[in-house]
């Protein structure tokens, strides 16, 4: 386990907005009297000693004392928040952490920032479908990703990672990995299944 915090990488969650589906900011969601964007809060603070969250409603977030950066291309989903995660930050690099991966945990950031090369992009991969919410993401990226921003009707972390040096860590080969880890919260029936997996005891 890693002993202290990472100066050189900067924790981004995305927080996210009112979800269509959920009807509702899944960020302020409460499982276990702990609200999603808390728990990420948490986790986050493990490992990194600067947390920023990436939200267009900055005054829900208040009770976090953390600093809140707003999306500088507006509605083009996440790669909005992993654009101005990039230049707010103060460092060369982010982590991108979704707050609605509930089931995430510090061995699955620990084994990206391990296995953390010269890449531009470093992803975890499962089942092939790379996880671009939950990464590093560094800031040489930016001229691209401004690039695919101005130039394209819908720019995508998928795009983006082809255009880019990309590290995908396929999660399916480590000993502890569990697919529920990358499950997010999408829907009602997500959120009050997620619930009763925590009252069992059956995730930490």
Known sequence: MTSKRNNDITA????????ARMGTEKSLLTICRETLIERAISQCKIYFREVLISTNGPASYEFTKLECISDIHPNLGP??????????????K???????????????????????????????????????TFGIYSKSILPDIEKMILSEDKPTP????KKVDTELIDFNK???????????????????????????????
């Open 12 to 19: 981004v969650i995305l927080a996210g907005g009112k979800s």
């Open 79 to 92: 790669i909005s928040g992993i654009h101005s995660g990039l230049v707010n930050s103060g460092t060369k």
């Open 174 to 204: 480590c000993i502890y990995f569990e697919r529920d880890k990358f499950i997010n919260l999408n829907t009602p029936a997500d959120y009050e299944r997620a619930k009763l997996i925590f009252e069992k005891g059956n995730i930490e």
């Open 94 to 132: 982010i982590f991108v952490y979704s707050a609605d991966l509930i089931f995430s945990d510090e061995r699955l950031v620990e084994t990206i920032i391990e296995h953390s090369s010269g890449k531009q992009i470093v992803l975890p991969i499962v089942d092939e479908i790379p996880q671009y």
């Open 158 to 161: 998928k795009k983006l990672i």
